[in-house]
């Protein structure tokens, strides 16, 4: 840095950092002896006689600075030693190791580049209260290197995620995140209202329909990351502002679906934790063996002791309810009774990749039916460690079929089901145009990073996860 850089109340605009505390650190031969100038925040500081030991962190690692009286001078080292935890500081000097074997910089100029106003941690409890952790992630960042770590994997994740893609032939595009109707999934919507339009609109549930469109205007292979919203529950495992991926592919199927989820989970697993293996929870995983396959109605049948393709609606419902089931107004269905079912018997045994297929029709109005059998249609949604992490239909393309199914589903909203699917009639105009055989699947990337980081808890891999809005006074 020059000396004659520009300075505001004393302090520096800018530092020339040169290297990272993890590359001095991790290859010492080369560095020791060379002049090398680093930045970060002083997380410790001792002084001892004539010299200060700083501990400081920058976004790879720490890194001790040691000061010394005899090469910094009276009025540099007073100044030094004022230093806190805290302050963010630079410092330009050589690389040597400690007579206790710790590699450091002697620094021959330290410069203090901000002033901590308020007071850190304690650095032995860190952030002991699990919401302020969250309503400051910024703090948890600075006390507990884990949670730097989190979302350092989460962005290889999705990095790799787009790679796998790419590398595939798919194409990234953007869709709309306010869009007139919702669809796409099955949830209740956050409204807006656009001012020059004059009109109340919607934050997208899904993409879905969107790159479906894109599909039947040519484009063979879309996909998008992107940030979906849902008013729903807060709990483990859902947060109303979520990230996914969805990616659609012009004459493909489920099937292909199946393979591309188990290759593109592997290659993200193998960059994220160098290996196809993960604990999670407790359990081993294993993402580099052939992923099971377990057929939705077998599997309820099995658990149950019967053949629930046999029971009315009201049998099924009420089979779901002798299990603990709760239905709220207008969900005592066929497509819901099931679903619960799933949740409560067949989920929390998912412990291992298992892709459960062919779905009840009724649970899906976007997908396909199934060949050789019209009463299941050709869906599967992926379970890993007890979370449901992808969802994939052969997407049904039947213009006909698909208003039907909307109509169901209107009746459906008609009744009181809140996440019933709407009516669009734009995207059925779109389809009677034509739309090639597609394969589809969605992949939620917090929970999987919450697999590849071993946390149970959803706001602990979103780096701003929604908490319980603080009036002014409350947050100070």
Same mark, same amino acid.
């Given at each position: 840095?020059?000396?004659?850089?520009?300075?505001?109340?004393?302090?520096?605009?800018?530092?020339?950092?040169?290297?990272?505390?993890?590359?001095?650190?991790?290859?010492?031969?080369?560095?020791?002896?060379?002049?090398?100038?680093?930045?970060?925040?002083?997380?410790?500081?001792?002084?001892?006689?004539?010299?200060?030991?700083?501990?400081?962190?920058?976004?790879?690692?720490?890194?001790?600075? !040691?000061? +010394?009286?005899? #090469?910094?001078?009276? /009025? =540099?080292?007073?100044?030094?030693? $004022?230093?806190? *935890?805290?302050?963010? @500081?630079?410092?330009?000097?050589?690389?040597?190791?400690?007579?206790?074997?710790?590699?450091?910089?002697?620094?021959?100029?330290?410069?203090?580049?901000?002033?901590?106003?308020?007071?850190?941690?304690?650095?032995?409890?860190?952030?002991?209260?699990?919401?302020?952790?969250?309503?400051?992630? !910024?703090? +948890?960042?600075? #006390?507990?290197?884990? /949670? =730097?770590?989190?979302?350092?994997? $989460?962005?290889? *994740?999705?990095?790799? @995620?787009?790679?796998?893609?790419?590398?595939?032939?798919?194409?990234?595009?953007?869709?709309?995140?306010?869009?007139?109707?919702?669809?796409?999934?099955?949830?209740?919507?956050?409204?807006?209202?656009?001012?020059?339009?004059?009109?109340?609109?919607?934050?997208?549930?899904?993409?879905?329909? !969107?790159?479906?469109?894109?599909?039947?205007?040519?484009?063979?292979?879309?996909?998008?990351?992107?940030?979906?919203?849902?008013?729903?529950?807060?709990?483990?495992?859902?947060?109303?502002?979520?990230?996914?991926?969805?990616?659609?592919?012009?004459?493909?199927?489920?099937?292909?679906?199946?393979?591309?989820?188990?290759?593109?989970?592997?290659?993200?697993?193998?960059?994220?934790?160098?290996?196809?293996?993960?604990?999670?929870?407790?359990?081993?995983?294993?993402?580099?063996?052939?992923?099971?396959?377990?057929?939705?109605?077998?599997?309820?049948?099995?658990?149950?002791?019967?053949?629930?393709?046999?029971?009315?609606?009201?049998?099924?419902?009420?089979?779901?309810?002798?299990?603990?089931?709760?239905?709220?107004?207008?969900?005592?269905?066929?497509?819901?009774?099931?679903?619960?079912?799933?949740?409560?018997?067949?989920?929390?045994?998912?412990?291992?990749?298992?892709?459960?297929?062919?779905?009840?029709?009724?649970?899906?109005?976007?997908?396909?039916?199934?060949?050789?059998?019209?009463?299941?249609?050709?869906?599967?949604?992926?379970?890993?460690?007890?979370?449901?992490?992808?969802?994939?239909?052969?997407?049904?393309?039947?213009?006909?079929?698909?208003?039907?199914?909307?109509?169901?589903?209107?009746?459906?909203?008609?009744?009181?089901?809140?996440?019933?699917?709407?009516?669009?009639?734009?995207?059925?105009?779109?389809?009677?145009?034509?739309?090639?055989?597609?394969?589809?699947?969605?992949?939620?990337?917090?929970?999987?990073?919450?697999?590849?980081?071993?946390?149970?808890?959803?706001?602990?891999?979103?780096?701003?996860?929604?908490?319980?809005?603080?009036?002014?006074?409350?947050?100070?």
């Amino acid at each position: 840095m020059s000396e004659e850089a520009p300075r505001q109340n004393g302090l520096p605009y800018s530092w020339d950092v040169t290297d990272s505390a993890s590359d001095i650190k991790g290859d010492y031969q080369r560095y020791e002896g060379r002049r090398v100038s680093i930045a970060g925040r002083i997380v410790a500081a001792r002084a001892s006689g004539k010299l200060v030991f700083l501990d400081v962190i920058d976004d790879t690692d720490k890194m001790q600075c !040691y000061a +010394d009286f005899s #090469v910094l001078g009276e /009025a =540099k080292f007073a100044e030094v030693k $004022r230093y806190n *935890a805290g302050d963010i @500081i630079g410092a330009a000097g050589t690389v040597f190791k400690t007579n206790r074997g710790e590699v450091s910089v002697k620094a021959e100029n330290i410069t203090l580049l901000a002033k901590a106003m308020r007071t850190l941690p304690d650095k032995w409890h860190g952030l002991q209260d699990v919401e302020l952790r969250y309503r400051k992630r !910024y703090l +948890d960042m600075i #006390v507990n290197p884990d /949670a =730097k770590e989190v979302i350092r994997r $989460r962005t290889i *994740a999705i990095r790799e @995620i787009r790679r796998f893609l790419d590398g595939r032939g798919f194409m990234e595009v953007e869709t709309p995140v306010i869009q007139p109707l919702y669809g796409g999934g099955d949830a209740t919507p956050f409204k807006t209202y656009v001012n020059t339009l004059g009109e109340e609109d919607y934050l997208r549930i899904a993409n879905e329909l !969107y790159l479906k469109r894109l599909i039947i205007g040519g484009m063979s292979r879309v996909y998008e990351v992107y940030k979906a919203f849902r008013n729903e529950d807060i709990d483990a495992t859902h947060s109303p502002e979520f990230t996914m991926v969805e990616a659609y592919e012009a004459y493909a199927d489920y099937k292909d679906m199946m393979r591309l989820a188990e290759g593109m989970l592997r290659r993200v697993c193998k960059r994220v934790r160098g290996s196809t293996t993960l604990e999670y929870a407790g359990n081993g995983i294993d993402l580099g063996k052939r992923f099971r396959r377990l057929r939705f109605v077998e599997a309820i049948n099995e658990k149950l002791g019967l053949d629930t393709t046999k029971l009315s609606d009201d049998e099924l419902v009420g089979a779901a309810e002798s299990h603990g089931a709760k239905f709220e107004r207008g969900t005592r269905t066929r497509a819901h009774a099931y679903g619960k079912l799933l949740d409560m018997l067949i989920q929390p045994t998912l412990v291992q990749p298992t892709f459960i297929t062919d779905w009840p029709k009724e649970t899906s109005p976007l997908a396909r039916p199934k060949r050789g059998d019209d009463r299941l249609v050709e869906r599967f949604e992926l379970y890993i460690g007890g979370l449901e992490v992808a969802n994939a239909y052969s997407e049904l393309n039947d213009a006909a079929l698909q208003r039907e199914n909307f109509e169901a589903q209107e009746r459906l909203r008609d009744a009181g089901d809140k996440e019933a699917e709407p009516l669009d009639m734009d995207f059925v105009e779109a389809m009677e145009y034509g739309m090639p055989p597609t394969g589809g699947i969605g992949v939620g990337i917090d929970r999987l990073v919450m697999l590849l980081t071993n946390k149970q808890s959803i706001k602990e891999v979103i780096p701003f996860p929604m908490e319980k809005r603080l009036d002014q006074q409350d947050a100070k």
